[in-house]
């Protein structure tokens, strides 16, 4: 039975209990899609997860496209797709090594660029979807 969350989050304080969430479901070798229109907070979440776990160097792969983050631990590949038009530069992103890397969690921001195919069926895949409400955040979560 597929698992499911929702929070409503005033402000960045309120990302705890999102976060501890995250922090005890995820696993390496599971892929996290972020939905949510420019500005709902997807990087932020991603950044704040990043700093639970003593990574501080984390920040918007929107130009670069990919950002890596490593402890002793885990390895992080955050993947923002905000910029791919077409087939062609997604796999010029290298999506399919970071998608086979069994050894890492994938954070992939607007994940609507792919094609479901894409995803290893083999991977458990989490949906985090984000909605603006006045000045608050909806925060759903499902395994997908």
């Known amino acids: 039975m597929a698992m499911s969350e929702q929070w409503l989050v005033k402000s960045v304080k309120d990302l705890d209990p999102v976060l501890k ?3 005890e479901l995820l ?24 700093k639970a776990l003593g990574i501080d160097n984390s920040n918007s792969p929107t130009f670069a496209i990919h950002n890596l983050y490593q402890t ?35 954070f992939i921001e607007w994940p609507e660029r792919l094609v479901k195919s894409q995803l290893p069926r083999q991977r458990r895949v989490f949906e985090l979807s984000i909605k603006l409400k006045n000045d608050d955040r909806e925060i759903f979560w499902r395994e997908v």
């Not at 390496?28 to 990087?43: H, N, P, Q, S, W």
């Not at 993947?79 to 050894?103: C, V, W």
């Open 27 to 50: 696993k390496v070798g599971d892929i996290v899609l972020f939905r949510g229109e420019v500005g709902a907070g997807k990087t932020t979440l991603i950044n704040h997860f990043a």
């Open 72 to 106: 002793s631990d885990v390895k992080i590949h955050h993947l923002d797709l905000y910029r791919i038009s077409n087939e062609e530069d997604l796999e010029s992103t290298g999506l399919a090594d970071f998608m086979a890397d069994k050894n890492s969690i994938v």
């Open 21 to 23: 969430h995250m922090k």
